[in-house]
């Protein structure tokens, strides 16, 4: 028996372009329960990356594929194929690379071998939506002399940042940020300035402030102000705007604010002509707000959801989408004198017209600092089988 442990040594987040290093320990443990133990013998380890990509078959018409000669592949047992058994169909994968030849295990004995591979920057970001699926793995072949190929699978998640592609790293080392005290290999120190430049791209982004004011008004007259300081934010920000219903004609009821992403299908590739977008929710906030002056809403976006992509199948959008409850009558009638003694009463109306109105305000949505998504992923960093 061999215990295969891979451990990511960053966690389970990486933004495309990154370096993953993943360390996969072999080890023949030493039973307190068994007397005779013996040396264990691995013929072969192999690793590599591949995105495995599934759609649902009532919101996507795929094109059919010539999977003939994967198939030949899949029946084989003997052959290293990371997606064997997988839903969907693999649309991205890396070079798979040998770990080791001919592995001899004694007793008590164990041995690493680290696996390091650049992510692909053109693929798509991980995604799981309601008509299609993004996933990302690192799958560790292992086998023994005259036995079936047994796989270790390690999810993790990708996010891809827009402008990292096309920039070019100063070609002269000299004027390029390091640390003198410290040496590093040229893949290690390229891999940590991508990161950094990632996070100064995602400030710059983000951090840009100016005033964007809307009318709120429906077919009767105004209802008030809506006030937001940017539309640009990163996943893990809070989305912050103001009303302000002191000027309306029109009162206003109720309000809410619901942070939703709207994931439809290119049309080429709808099953239906036409078909509805699908609408996520992710937050929401709702006030009563008859005699209000002023109110405020502050919405989260989850670290765990996906920001904003285009692929030539899917394209995923945010947005803010408000619905107002407004009266038909004036303000002054929604209070009634309830007594005609000297303390008066004022009680709402029992019964009171009232009229309804949607709208939408796109966002946008980028990616943010991968540590610190890897601190609420799903997945986790160590993963293990026996064999």
């Known amino acids: 028996m061999i215990e295969v442990l891979a451990k990511l040594g960053r966690g389970p987040v990486f933004l495309a372009g990154e370096v993953l290093e993943c360390v996969i320990t072999f080890t023949n443990p030493l039973s307190a329960s068994s007397t005779s133990a013996s040396s264990e013998m691995l013929a ?3 690793a590599q990356i591949h995105c495995q990509f599934h759609a649902s078959e009532n919101r996507v018409a795929l094109p059919p594929s010539d999977g003939s000669k994967h198939d030949v592949q899949a029946e084989n047992e003997t052959v290293f194929v990371p997606n064997r058994g997988e839903r ?3 649309i991205l994968s890396t070079p798979p690379k040998i770990l080791f030849c001919d592995l001899r295990l004694d007793p008590g004995e164990s041995k ?3 696996y390091c591979e650049t992510l692909p920057i053109d693929g798509p970001p991980s995604f799981r939506g309601q008509s299609v ?3 990302y793995k690192l799958t560790i072949g292992c086998q023994r002399v005259n036995s079936p190929i047994k796989l270790l699978r390690v999810p993790f998640r990708v996010l891809v940042l827009h402008g990292l592609k096309d920039y070019q790293f100063p070609q002269d080392e000299a004027v390029a940020p390091s640390n003198p005290f410290l040496e590093e290999e040229e893949g290690l120190k390229k891999d940590s300035r991508l990161a950094d430049l990632a996070t100064e791209l995602l400030m ?3 951090s840009r402030r100016s005033l964007h004011l809307y009318n709120i008004s429906n077919t009767r007259g105004k209802v008030g102000t809506f006030c937001i300081f940017k539309t640009v934010y990163k996943i893990g920000e809070d989305v912050i705007g103001t009303f302000n219903f002191s000027e309306g004609d029109i009162p206003c009821l109720q309000f809410s604010v619901s942070l939703q992403t709207e994931e439809s299908i290119q049309e080429e590739f709808q099953r239906r002509r036409g ?12 006030e009563a707000c008859l005699h209000t002056a002023q109110s405020s809403f502050s919405l989260p976006i989850p670290l765990s959801s996906t920001p904003g992509f285009t692929t030539n199948i899917v394209s995923l959008k945010w947005r803010l989408h408000f619905e107002f409850v407004t009266s038909g ?8 004198r309830g007594s005609q003694s000297e303390a008066v009463t004022w009680t709402g109306v029992e019964q009171m017209e009232v009229d309804t109105f949607s709208w939408d305000l796109p966002i946008k949505v980028l990616p943010t600092n991968p540590i610190l998504a890897s601190y609420v992923s799903q997945f986790s960093s160590t993963n293990s089988i026996t064999i």
Do not use: D, I
Not at 276 to 284: G, I, K, L, Q
């Open 44 to 46: 072969w380890a192999s």
């Open 88 to 90: 969907g169909q693999c």
């Open 112 to 114: 690493s071998y680290s």
């Open 133 to 135: 699926k993004y996933m």
């Open 204 to 206: 710059v982004a983000t």
């Open 275 to 286: 078909q509805p977008v699908s609408f996520s929710t992710h937050a929401r906030h709702q």
């Open 329 to 336: 009558e004036s303000a002054g009638t929604c209070l009634v």
